[in-house]
């Protein structure tokens, strides 16, 4: 059995004596303690990994939230909401027309609005909100958009003789005045039993909103929007004229006509002032 080499020659064939030095004789720097680079590189990413799952599962449970409420809104809204137009007997038809261009005075209620017939000048709208449960449902605030402005329209305002009177005092009246640049509602002064938002109905309390909305340089298109709380949930609920939007012009000189209700074969009768826009009275 040969001799066993001793620790010293075996720490020089490793490369190190025992002064820290090469087979060689040249110093060996001793070791830094520094991470290994490719163990680092994967605890980043790791760590990156990690931030971005978490960071997906927040976005998705927060996106199936927001499309559980937009898809069962219309099923857990607390209001039932109903709107109606003030049956005012005004008409505007746009252009200048002659008795010669209209139906029998008879048919002329429901012959305008099939013809591009609107009420010049004011619209009002009638608005009853009323909570579908006994929770107290609180108004928070009624919106308005005008969606589109066009320059008033020429056309010829259909004007009854006679007018009934006496419409149902509004309970909540509020002006909107479309010529400003920002339109928002603001109480009626006339009606001391309006203030500003929030109202607060319920299935036994509700209200009735009377709006009022005047133009005297435009033809308008407009939607209502009314914001709601309920119990932890809020919303908002369109109001509009079945689906289109409000409409209120204030028209150019046209022609005036006018035809007698009582007696509608006796025709229209032309009442056009000069200076004036043309008025016809039925």
Same mark, same amino acid.
């Given at each position: 059995?040969?001799?066993?080499?001793?620790?010293?020659?075996?720490?020089?064939?490793?490369?190190?004596?025992?002064?820290?030095?090469?087979?060689?004789?040249?110093?060996?720097?001793?070791?830094?303690?520094?991470?290994?680079?490719?163990?680092?590189?994967?605890?980043?990413?790791?760590?990156?990994?990690?931030?971005?799952?978490?960071?997906?599962?927040?976005?998705?449970?927060?996106?199936?939230?927001?499309?559980?409420?937009?898809?069962? /809104?219309?099923?857990?809204?607390?209001?039932?909401?109903? @709107?109606?137009?003030?049956?005012?007997?005004?008409?505007?038809?746009?252009?200048?027309?002659?008795?010669?261009?209209?139906?029998?005075?008879?048919?002329?209620?429901?012959?305008?609005?099939?013809?591009?017939?609107?009420?010049?000048?004011?619209?009002?709208?009638?608005?009853?909100?009323?909570?579908?449960?006994?929770? /107290?449902?609180?108004?928070?605030?009624?919106?308005?958009? /005008?969606?589109?402005?066009?320059?008033?329209?020429?056309?010829?305002?259909?004007?009854?003789?006679?007018? &009934?009177?006496?419409?149902?005092?509004?309970?909540?009246?509020?002006?909107?005045?479309?010529?400003?640049?920002?339109? /928002?509602?603001?109480?009626?002064?006339?009606?001391?039993?309006?203030?500003?938002?929030?109202?607060?109905?319920?299935?036994?309390?509700?209200?009735?909103?009377?709006?009022?909305?005047?133009?005297?340089? &435009?033809? &308008?298109?407009?939607?209502?929007?009314?914001?709601?709380?309920?119990?932890?949930?809020?919303?908002?609920?369109?109001?509009?004229?079945?689906?289109?939007?409000?409409? @209120?012009?204030?028209?150019?000189?046209?022609?005036?006509? &006018?035809?007698?209700?009582?007696?509608?074969?006796?025709?229209?009768?032309?009442?056009?002032?000069?200076?004036?826009?043309?008025?016809?009275?039925?």
């Amino acid at each position: 059995m040969g001799k066993r080499p001793s620790r010293a020659l075996y720490e020089r064939r490793r490369g190190h004596g025992p002064a820290g030095l090469t087979r060689s004789g040249s110093s060996v720097p001793p070791r830094s303690g520094k991470a290994d680079p490719h163990q680092l590189r994967r605890w980043l990413i790791g760590l990156t990994s990690a931030v971005v799952t978490a960071a997906l599962v927040a976005w998705a449970t927060n996106f199936s939230g927001w499309l559980w409420n937009r898809l069962t /809104v219309h099923k857990t809204e607390p209001l039932a909401v109903n @709107t109606e137009r003030e049956g005012s007997r005004v008409w505007a038809i746009s252009g200048k027309l002659s008795p010669a261009d209209l139906p029998p005075a008879r048919e002329f209620g429901t012959w305008a609005p099939r013809h591009g017939g609107f009420h010049p000048n004011e619209t009002v709208v009638y608005v009853t909100v009323q909570g579908s449960t006994s929770d /107290v449902v609180v108004l928070t605030r009624m919106r308005v958009r /005008v969606q589109k402005r066009l320059s008033p329209p020429l056309a010829t305002v259909i004007d009854p003789c006679w007018m &009934c009177v006496g419409a149902p005092q509004p309970i909540r009246a509020f002006k909107l005045d479309l010529d400003s640049p920002n339109p /928002v509602l603001k109480p009626d002064p006339a009606s001391r039993e309006t203030t500003n938002f929030p109202y607060r109905v319920s299935n036994s309390d509700p209200e009735v909103f009377q709006i009022t909305a005047d133009t005297s340089n &435009c033809d &308008c298109r407009w939607k209502l929007y009314l914001d709601w709380a309920s119990g932890g949930k809020s919303g908002s609920l369109t109001i509009d004229a079945g689906g289109q939007p409000f409409r @209120t012009a204030a028209i150019r000189e046209g022609a005036s006509l &006018c035809y007698d209700r009582d007696n509608p074969q006796s025709g229209y009768a032309d009442t056009t002032h000069p200076g004036k826009a043309q008025r016809v009275c039925h």
